[in-house]
């Protein structure tokens, strides 16, 4: 969202105001301390704004969103008191999933390791940097859909599992 608790806030308090449904998972830039500060400060005044770090389902009657907090890699950090997420919190993803009752959609920062040109977390220097173990979990709990913010160049880009562009309709 942004590193600082003032452009978290602000941040948050544009997207609050159109009423709708807003769910935030703290990212590689944010510290835990700044983003959970905004975040309090922002749920005050607006209550369409979900904490994706302490709500980690969401059960909603056409799918069930479930956030993985954090980034797996710590020297992509920003903030000294960022947020990281392993084996533990990957584990934890299989008690969410069995309270679940429909389609899951994974919500996370950072995305499940791919392969090729077409895959989410290509980077522009031609790169898959995805996590190699978010996706075995994926894999392994039959987790078919996901939101991942951290590779900007995917560009709301959708592939399956292994970094295959779709086909229209899929």
């Known amino acids: 969202v942004a590193e600082k608790q003032e452009q978290i806030e602000s941040v948050l308090t544009v997207l609050a105001g159109s009423g709708l449904p807003v769910g935030v998972v703290i990212g590689n830039r944010e510290g835990t301390g700044a983003f959970q500060a905004a975040m309090g400060a922002v749920q005050n005044k607006h209550s369409n704004v979900v904490n994706l770090n302490q709500v980690r389902r969401v059960d909603t009657p056409n799918a069930d969103l479930v956030s993985l907090p954090g980034y797996f890699k710590t020297d992509y950090l920003h903030a000294k008191d960022g947020c990281t997420y392993g084996e533990e919190e990957l584990k934890g993803l299989a008690e969410l999933k069995a309270a679940c009752d429909s389609t899951i959609i994974l919500i996370s920062h950072g995305a499940p390791k791919q392969d090729g040109a077409d ?35 995917a560009g709301g880009r959708g592939t399956d599992l292994a970094g295959k562009k779709l086909a229209e309709g899929q």
């Open 119 to 153: 895959a989410i977390d290509r980077t522009s220097e031609g790169a898959n940097v995805g996590d190699p173990a978010l996706a075995k979990s994926m894999n392994d709990l039959g987790i078919k859909f996901g939101i991942f913010a951290n590779i900007h160049e």
